[in-house]
Structure formats: structure tokens, C-alpha cells
């Protein structure tokens, strides 16, 4: 079993950046794939970036390559989502999930976070 708790969300300007994290409860953290997704209102959930347990591979959707890093720190249970040139578009609820294998398929993701709301004003 793993909790799963993001922070770190706010308001910033477009251009700014912010910095997500998500802290994992229980020991087998590191077992874990580890992903970001996000959902803006009134639309679905869509991937953001994901990264393998051992932090040798990571995945991101097209429209964040170049402006977000995803990182972890597996002595910390925590996996990060580093934001720069943060657009208005990226406004959503931001949520750290783990699972199996790094992918784009929220399906594929076993526990989820409650989410942390990130606003980008224009």
C-alpha cells in the first residue's frame, strides 16, 4: 500500500515557474513508477510526465518537453515536478500517481495523490 501526498501547488505568473511534490508513505517507494497528471475544469485527466523507479527513464507529454522536469529522490519518498515558462494553459489540478511501469495511461497507476491545484495567471 502507498499514500501518496502532493504540495507545493499555487498561483504564479506566466513565465514563472513552480515547483510540485509528492511524498509516498511505506517503504517500497522505489519499487514504484512514478507519474504526473493533471486535469484542468471540464476536461480529462491527461499525462504530464512519469519517470521509472531508478530514474533512468522519463516520459513527457509534448506540450511540456523543454519547460518540466520530473525528478525523484527514492531516500526521500518524494518525486518532484519542476515547472518553468509556465503557461496559462497549464492551469490545472496537478496529481502524483504510482504504478508498475512509467507510462501515459493513467490506467496503468495503482495509488493516487488528492491532487494539488497549480494556477497560471495570464
Known amino acids: 500500500q502507498v499514500q501518496l501526498v502532493e504540495s507545493g501547488g499555487g498561483l504564479v505568473q506566466a513565465g514563472g515557474s513552480l515547483r510540485v511534490s509528492c511524498v509516498a508513505s511505506?517503504?517500497?517507494?522505489?519499487?514504484?513508477?512514478m507519474g504526473w497528471f493533471r486535469q484542468a475544469p471540464g476536461k480529462e485527466r491527461e499525462f504530464v510526465a512519469a519517470?521509472?523507479?531508478?530514474?533512468?527513464?522519463?516520459y513527457y507529454q509534448d506540450s511540456v518537453k523543454g519547460r518540466f522536469t520530473i525528478s525523484r529522490d527514492n531516500a526521500k519518498n518524494t518525486v518532484y515536478l519542476q515547472m518553468n515558462s509556465l503557461k496559462p494553459e497549464d492551469t490545472a489540478v496537478y496529481y502524483c500517481?504510482?504504478?508498475?511501469?512509467?507510462?501515459?495511461?493513467?490506467?496503468?497507476?495503482?495509488?493516487w495523490g488528492p491532487g494539488t491545484q497549480v494556477s497560471v495567471s495570464s
Open positions: 519517470i521509472s523507479w531508478s530514474s533512468s527513464s522519463t
Open positions: 500517481a504510482a504504478g508498475p511501469l512509467p507510462g501515459s495511461n493513467w490506467s496503468i497507476y495503482n495509488y
Open positions: 511505506g517503504r517500497t517507494f522505489s519499487r514504484y513508477a
